[in-house]
């Protein structure tokens, strides 16, 4: 099936139309962050930058490392830029923009996401590095595509049944990190948690400054949900919608956290830049080991 120009859209220069990338730009290995001004911190790690492009929230760096080949992406915040990232991504890797049809042979993109998080349990020090396990989205997003073969339903009906999920609300979804991806990175440095992925800052996370939230309990709520052993450890705005299109795609996906805020001790990082520093040091070390 040939693509249509109002669905694969392409720029005057050829490039993808968020992104303003070509194919030859990115990596087979993608470090996803929030923050543009995260990316040049990534890249400075790097032996070579080859690629430095911008447009709009997304700037893009590729380059080596150790010899291994690098791209680094700012996807903005919250899920809906992650479905702009994630299809431009796959777009790049899997569709030919002259036919405009979608390549026989697929390819699978390793997707990495570094990224910032607040904890919601007492007993997670500030500074952890925290992988999700799984992640629990309450953006929707996964309910505008055919998503059920990649959920996890049991979870996410547990979830609603014990928070009392008003019916108002996007249903809750739930999905795993990729477990082969995963093992990569584990070590005693890290710990595994359940993520939520909210659509907001201030009142989708309990927060109130002037406008008050519907539950005065919300986070109260979520610390003491429980699942097969497994409790609500954090909360950050894109990790379900990564591991939901990855797995769709056919990607591998992790999402590595460090917790620079305990929302249920009042704590915040003395030093949250050395912190972040320390956690992409740690991934790179790894992606390139």
């Known amino acids: 099936m040939t693509l249509g120009a109002s669905e694969l859209i392409v720029n005057p220069d050829g490039s993808i139309y968020h992104l303003n990338l070509f194919p030859e730009d990115i990596a087979d290995t993608i470090i996803t962050v929030g923050d543009p001004?995260?990316?040049?911190?990534?890249?400075?790690?790097?032996?070579?930058?080859?690629?430095?492009?911008?447009?709009?929230?997304?700037?893009?760096?590729?380059?080596?490392?150790?010899?291994?080949?690098l791209t680094v992406i700012s996807t903005g915040i919250g899920t809906d830029n992650i479905d702009i990232v994630l299809n431009e991504l796959d777009a790049l890797v899997n569709i030919d923009f002259e036919s405009r049809m979608v390549h026989e042979?697929?390819?699978?993109?390793?997707?990495?996401?570094?990224?910032?998080?607040?904890?919601?349990?007492?007993?997670?020090?500030?500074?952890?590095?925290?992988?999700?396990?799984?992640?629990?989205?309450?953006d929707g997003l996964l309910h505008f595509y055919d998503s059920s073969?990649?959920?996890e339903p049991r979870?996410?009906?547990?979830?609603?049944?014990?928070?009392?999920?008003?019916?108002?609300?996007?249903?809750?979804?739930?999905?795993?990190?990729?477990?082969?991806?995963?093992?990569?990175?584990?070590?005693?440095?890290?710990?595994?948690?359940?993520?939520?992925?909210?659509?907001?800052?201030?009142?989708?996370?309990?927060?109130?400054?002037?406008?008050?939230a519907d539950s005065n309990s919300f986070i109260e709520k979520l610390a003491s949900f429980h699942y097969e052993g497994r409790v609500i450890t954090n909360l950050e705005m894109e990790t379900s919608?990564?591991?939901?299109?990855?797995?769709?795609?056919?990607?591998?996906?992790?999402?590595?956290?460090?917790?620079?805020?305990?929302r249920a001790t009042g704590e915040f990082s003395k030093n949250p830049k050395q912190a972040t520093q320390d956690l992409i040091g740690y991934c790179l070390g790894i992606i390139c080991g």
């Open 155 to 212: 979870m996410a009906q547990a979830f609603a049944v014990q928070c009392g999920w008003p019916e108002q609300r996007a249903a809750p979804y739930a999905v795993k990190y990729d477990i082969t991806l995963a093992k990569k990175f584990l070590s005693n440095r890290i710990r595994l948690g359940v993520t939520v992925t909210c659509m907001g800052f201030y009142g989708p996370q309990g927060r109130s400054l002037r406008l008050n």
């Open 37 to 69: 001004d995260r990316v040049a911190e990534v890249s400075s790690f790097f032996d070579t930058v080859e690629v430095k492009k911008s447009k709009r929230e997304f700037y893009t760096h590729t380059g080596t490392l150790k010899g291994k080949r």
């Open 105 to 138: 042979a697929k390819k699978s993109l390793d997707i990495i996401r570094i990224g910032t998080t607040g904890a919601i349990q007492s007993d997670i020090p500030i500074d952890t590095f925290l992988m999700s396990e799984y992640a629990i989205g309450f």
């Open 241 to 262: 919608g990564i591991y939901g299109l990855s797995k769709l795609l056919g990607h591998r996906a992790v999402s590595m956290n460090c917790i620079l805020a305990n």
């Open 149 to 151: 073969s990649i959920q």
